[in-house]
């Protein structure tokens, strides 16, 4: 099967050495790679596995593949072309699991649930190698008569930093994972179990198509994302069970196009993604949104500084030994809850307009489930009605993965921080071979870990560790 291949790994090209003879462009992208390797120095002590952490099953050398990463959403999906297109590796030796047939399904379904329509981040975090390939991706003419159709900033980048359109950056991932072949390395399934074996480790997984099922390989990736754990305020959870019409917009199956017509909806939270829920929502029933805020807007451009993309306060983060200052820092310095100057705007226009109604409430509201099925809650001395709830409270805080990775971590002794989160080396490795991204790797890699600025620094670390090891 897929795992019957020993592509050796090649050390990636020495990026430093060569410098001098790079083009402009090139020289760009090293600049912006090997931003992010501060805080390489340092130690690590892995705890001690239990005897349940070791599979029983013998897989023959032939049977390991290089690489097994688990999570195929942005972070995973960039992995795997780096790992094929930088490192060199053939596509048989790697394998990604993710519960979707498509690339980027969990980014798509959110994006398209909050409505939307330009990204965050600036136009140089995308899933190619090269820092300008979006800016110099040419949509197909059909995309370009689409988005003239449509007389919307479909294809056009936003200043400052280029921050691209949704549509730009979905349709050059698209063309990346299509043209580096990265869909046909999927898996479906969802991992339950990591054990270890001879030379590296077994992954088990469940799908559709059979129960438990597994793979060996040397080496993992853990990039699953924060996206399982959409964070449901008690009092909501107690409207769901009993039935009310409460949805969450990152439950990842929830379908802002399927949920059907409302004639008042409230949108609970208070940062971009509920700004822009409200908005679209208000698209459809113009004046019946309400949107319910427990703070003040803060109005961030992105969700950290943009100095946590250089060095000096990558530096003074990686000279921090106590994991807990880490913890504090990141929760310091990411802009939780906040929006962007633009979508903050539209928004004052919509409710100056009439369209989106806004109210600031003290405290959790304690709505209540009338016969009819709709709700109302308690706002100053008046009642707000609805028939529809969304709640926009962006994700729990604890450590994602659940109870497989809580096994796993008791079982082959995987240090983490009083937080719950990992104790990574700098190369990014919780234990030899097994190396996290994404939240995962937050104590490690700053606050921008969770980003698409997360998964490059990911990556330079990954190539820095493994070009050194080359090298001996
Ligand atoms: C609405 C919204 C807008 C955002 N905008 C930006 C932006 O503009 N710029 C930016 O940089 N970031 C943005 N972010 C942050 C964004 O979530 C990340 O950049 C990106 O999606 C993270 O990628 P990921 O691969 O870590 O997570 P995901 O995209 O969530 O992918 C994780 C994948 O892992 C899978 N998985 C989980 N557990 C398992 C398991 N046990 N086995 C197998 N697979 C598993 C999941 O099903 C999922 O497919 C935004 C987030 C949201 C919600």
């Not at 409200?278 to 003040?296: E, F, I, M, N, S």
């Not at 919509?350 to 209540?368: F, K, T, Y």
């Not at 989160?421 to 606050?447: C, K, M, N």
Request: charged content about 25%; overall charge positive.
């Amino acid at each position: 099967m897929e795992g019957k291949v020993r592509a050796p790994l090649r050390a990636p090209a020495a990026p430093i050495a060569r410098r001098a003879a790079l083009g402009p462009d090139e020289a760009q992208t090293a600049r912006r790679r090997w931003l992010p390797l501060v805080g390489m120095e340092g130690t690590f002590a892995p705890g001690r596995e239990a005897p349940s952490a070791f599979s029983t099953r013998r897989y023959p050398d032939s049977e390991l593949l290089e690489w097994v990463i688990v999570g195929g959403g942005i972070q995973g999906t960039y992995f795997s072309h780096l790992l094929i297109r930088r490192f060199g590796l053939s596509h048989r030796s790697i394998r990604v699991i993710d519960p979707y047939d498509e690339p980027l399904h969990r980014w798509k379904r959110f994006a398209d649930n909050v409505g939307m329509t330009m990204l965050r981040s600036p136009a140089v975090h995308h899933l190619d190698l090269a820092s300008l390939s979006l800016k110099r991706f040419a949509p197909s003419a059909r995309l370009r008569q689409s988005a003239d159709v449509r007389g919307e900033r479909v294809l056009s980048f936003l200043a400052p930093y280029g921050r691209p359109s949704l549509q730009l950056f979905n349709r050059h991932a698209e063309e990346v994972i299509q043209r580096n072949g990265l869909g046909g390395i999927r898996i479906r399934g969802l991992a339950c179990g990591l054990r270890l074996i001879d030379g590296g480790f077994e992954v088990c997984y469940v799908s559709d198509a059979a129960p438990e099922t597994t793979l060996a390989s040397r080496r993992i990736i853990l990039a699953i994302g924060m996206s399982d754990q959409p964070c449901w305020p008690q009092w909501a959870l107690s409207l769901r069970a009993a039935g009310a019409p409460v949805f969450h917009i990152l439950d990842p199956d929830f379908s802002r196009r399927r949920m059907g017509d409302f004639r008042e909806a409230i949108v609970y939270g208070g940062g971009l993604s509920a700004a822009q829920v409200a908005l679209a929502l208000a698209k459809q029933r113009p004046g019946r949104v309400t949107l319910a805020t427990r703070h003040d807007f803060r109005v961030h451009l992105f969700d950290s500084e943009p100095s946590w993309q250089g060095q000096n306060f990558m530096r003074s983060f990686a000279h921090e030994p106590d994991p807990s200052k880490r913890r504090e820092i990141i929760t310091r310095e990411r802009h939780r809850g906040s929006l962007t100057p633009e979508a903050r705007e539209e928004l004052d226009a919509a409710v100056a307009g009439g369209i989106v109604r806004l109210v600031r409430i003290e405290e959790e509201p304690s709505p209540e489930l009338g016969a009819q099925g709709e709700l109302s809650f308690a706002v100053g001395g008046s009642r707000i009605r609805c028939d529809l709830m969304i709640l926009a409270t962006g994700y729990e805080r604890k450590r994602p993965g659940g109870e497989w990775l809580d096994r796993a971590i008791g079982e082959l002794g995987l240090p983490c921080a009083p937080c719950g989160f990992p104790i990574p080396d700098p190369s990014l490795q919780w234990r030899p071979g097994l190396y996290v991204s994404g939240p995962l790797a937050e104590l490690e890699l700053g606050p921008v870990a969770r980003n698409i600025a997360g998964a490059h620094r990911a990556g330079a670390r990954l190539e820095y560790h493994l070009l050194e090891k080359a090298r001996g």
